[in-house]
């Protein structure tokens, strides 16, 4: 086992700069194609003048697209495991452009959710399949390579706001048409990669023997406390990130009588750290184990959430750069850490993560925008700011990252 994971590490210079270009497209194509959904919450203001929109309503749009976006990602992984669909990467950026003509022209809030449904739909062809392209590409180094992956579509949900400042509320709705041009980009270079998978298919079944015939049996009850423990602190994680993600704009809006374009900077900064946040976490749970990773990012962050409704605008700002940073560092180790509990299922596992990240966040929007319409929207920060204090369960995770920051000796 270990000569197999040396050597995994030291493969041929060939093989790694082949890796760095497949890990560089992939992330390229995942920032595009959270940057194109990321206009969604961005045009809330927009939307909600448009169309006089109460916040359950504008929470509603939110969870139509994250439970299309997550119900249907575990059962693609599931599928793609056994029946591997290199070019379905091109098709959910399809889904994704369809989406994006819809929305720009929809006559009626009933045609705005038939439009974030097809984006959604587009998330759940494109995440299992991108990430594991991104293990595939990876050389040994699953933190980091899912870093890579995964920083690329939070830097591309940074720049969401930026486009929708710029672009959007300008030129109004109509102009997200234009963006179908950037999808378009995204399916080429979607294509060229599937082309490259295509070649791995055979490696990738041969590798999948050899752990089989290497690995132990893996029991369902073994895993499924660590299993349960990794969906708490995901519902603490994601319904937190849904309070910043869809209401951050209307709280800066009410607490500091800020304009629409400078709230959207503010959120942008949030957005910021979360991308910084990201790339850091797999390198470093690769180097001390992703259960003190996991641990530090998500019980670490809770000072600054329980500070956050208590400070001015001008502490505002530091504050949510720190939560996004800490907050995000987590989802790259969670990722590789249950990859690690059911090794050969890769499409499965990271399709129900990306899943459960997307649903938690809907049914979190869904939640809090009901909450922000009885209580108002200072109210969602109190509550939601003990949210991760659930990160102390993660002392309970059993330590699977020992083995990966161990240094190979020998050859």
């Known amino acids: 086992m270990k000569t197999s994971a040396c050597t995994v590490k030291t493969s041929p210079a060939g093989a790694e700069r082949i890796g760095i270009k497949v890990l560089g497209a992939i992330s390229i194509s995942h920032f595009i194609n959270d940057m194109l959904q ?24 939110t969870l139509t697209y994250q439970i299309t976006a997550s119900l249907l990602q575990p059962a693609v992984g599931l599928y793609t495991d056994h029946y591997p669909k290199p070019y379905s990467l091109s098709i959910g950026m399809g889904c994704t452009l369809l989406g994006l003509l819809a929305l ?32 595939l590409a990876s050389a040994g180094q699953y933190g980091l390579a899912q870093s890579i992956f995964q920083v690329g579509g939070n830097a591309g949900t940074a720049m969401g706001p930026l486009l929708a400042v710029l672009v959007v509320i300008p030129q109004g709705r109509h102009s997200i048409a234009w ?28 590798a999948k023997k050899a752990a089989m015939a290497t690995q132990p ?61 990201t790339i850091m976490g797999g390198p470093v749970g ?15 962050v809770a000072p600054f959430t329980l500070l956050l409704p208590y400070v001015n605008l001008f502490w505002t700002g530091p504050l949510t750069f720190i939560i996004g940073l800490l907050l995000a560092s987590a989802f790259p180790a969670i990722v590789v850490y249950a990859q690690e509990l059911f090794p050969g299922k890769v499409g499965m596992v990271s399709g ?27 109210y969602v920060y109190h509550l939601c700011s003990f949210l991760p204090l659930l990160g102390c369960l993660a002392a309970f995770l059993p330590d699977k990252g020992a083995a990966a920051r161990k240094p190979c000796k020998g050859g």
């Open 217 to 277: 049996d893996i029991r369902v009850r073994a895993a499924a406390w660590p299993m349960l423990i990794l969906l708490v602190l995901m519902f603490s994680k994601f319904f937190y990130l849904a309070s910043l993600n869809s209401y951050f704009i209307f709280y800066l809006i009410s607490k500091f009588n800020l304009s629409v374009r400078s709230a959207q900077i503010h959120l942008f900064v949030f957005l910021f750290g979360a991308a910084l946040g």
């Open 104 to 135: 720009s022209l929809a006559p009626s809030y009933g045609i705005l959710l038939v439009a974030v449904g097809l984006v959604g739909m587009g998330s759940s062809i494109f995440h299992p399949e991108s990430s594991r392209v991104a293990r």
């Open 38 to 61: 990321s206009l969604i919450p961005a045009i809330y203001p927009q939307l909600k003048d448009t169309f006089s929109l109460s916040f359950t309503q504008i929470g509603l749009i």
């Open 352 to 378: 129900l993560f990306f899943g459960l990240a997307f649903g938690m966040a809907g049914i979190g929007a869904a939640v809090l925008g009901k909450l922000a319409d009885i209580h108002g929207i200072n």
């Open 179 to 206: 963006f179908s041009l950037v999808a378009l980009l995204a399916i080429m270079i979607l294509w060229r990669v599937g082309g490259w998978y295509k070649q791995k298919q055979l490696q990738e079944k041969r």
């Open 286 to 300: 690769d180097r001390i184990g992703r259960k003190r990773v996991i641990w530090w990012s998500i019980l670490g």
